[in-house]
């Protein structure tokens, strides 16, 4: 049974950082493709980063370059470090993750499996 789970959430002022961690089992995370999606609220679920099976990443526009996706194969564990917080950036975040083998998975129904959420809350 494939479980997710988030962790690191938090508050936060403008700026700051957080960095977020998704503990996986019942899977290899080095077979799968590991996403980060956010929700913020009365909005859609968004993509935000993944991470191939084979290592590549891929990033939202709104995130590149302030936020960075890796993994640790050992610990089966995929991490989103997340600097220069914006308000913007308030959501739910939650860690996912698809088969999919050919390409870089950025759509929700990509995915097949889903932690619970962790909060993020960037205050100015």
């Known amino acids: 049974q494939v479980q997710l789970v988030e962790s690191g959430g938090g508050m936060v002022q403008v700026g700051g950082s957080l960095t977020l961690s998704c503990a996986a089992s019942g899977l290899t995370i080095s077979t799968r493709a590991m996403g980060w999606f956010r929700q913020a609220p009365g909005k859609e679920r968004e993509f935000v980063a993944v991470?191939?099976?084979?290592?590549?990443?891929t990033y939202a526009d709104s995130v590149r370059g302030r936020f960075t996706i890796s993994r640790d194969v050992a610990k089966n564990t995929v991490s989103l470090r997340m600097n220069s917080l914006e308000p913007e950036d308030t959501a739910d975040y939650y860690c996912a993750t698809s088969p999919i083998t050919i390409g870089i998975p950025t759509a929700r129904n990509s995915y097949d499996s889903w932690g619970q959420g962790t909060q993020v809350a960037v205050s100015s």
């Open positions: 991470i191939s099976r084979r290592g590549s990443s």
